[in-house]
């Protein structure tokens, strides 16, 4: 049997990875956003620009979104968590690249890092929903190519 007809073994996927497209041109209804520093490591780093679909606002739990922080104006890519509170489930955005246990959060401070951030709890439905689903510009669906600039308006 020659090498060319070795059907393929399918890879599992590594658990806690995700994979985005990569794009040559920014689809319909995406903008590009910068990713200006370590804050999404492993998935995004310094330099690339993603892909944002800014038609797609339904927040989910474990993916990221760009947020725009009303106070501020300020637009960061975050992840986004569906977790029980006191009066039902909320909403919390976080910096991807953080301690996710207790054990990595004491090894973080060891070593001088600073163990990222949250921000919540938002409400999940009823009035004050809005209020969270006002900070979402879009979710990430993507990585542009190499070389990638945005066109100039």
Not at 74 to 85: F, H, T, V
Not at 115 to 142: L, M, N
Request: charged fraction near 25%.
């Amino acid at each position: 049997m020659a090498f060319a007809d070795i059907p393929p073994r399918p890879l599992a996927m590594q658990e806690g990875l995700r994979s985005y497209i990569v794009y040559d041109r920014l689809p319909d209804s995406c903008i590009a956003f910068p990713i200006e520093d370590d804050s999404c490591e492993p998935h995004l780093h310094e330099g690339e620009w993603v892909a944002v679909d800014t038609e797609d606002r339904n927040p989910m739990s474990g993916e990221l979104f760009l947020i725009r922080w009303e106070s501020s104006g300020r637009r960061a890519i975050m992840e986004l968590s569906l977790r029980d509170g006191h009066a039902g489930a909320v909403w919390w955005v976080h910096s991807y690249h953080r301690p996710r246990s207790l054990k990595e959060r004491q090894a973080w401070i060891r070593m001088g890092r600073t163990g990222g951030w949250s921000d919540g709890p938002y409400a999940a439905d009823g009035e004050r929903a809005a209020c969270f689903q006002r900070k979402i510009i879009g979710k990430v669906v993507g990585i542009m190519n190499i070389g990638f600039r945005p066109e100039r308006a």
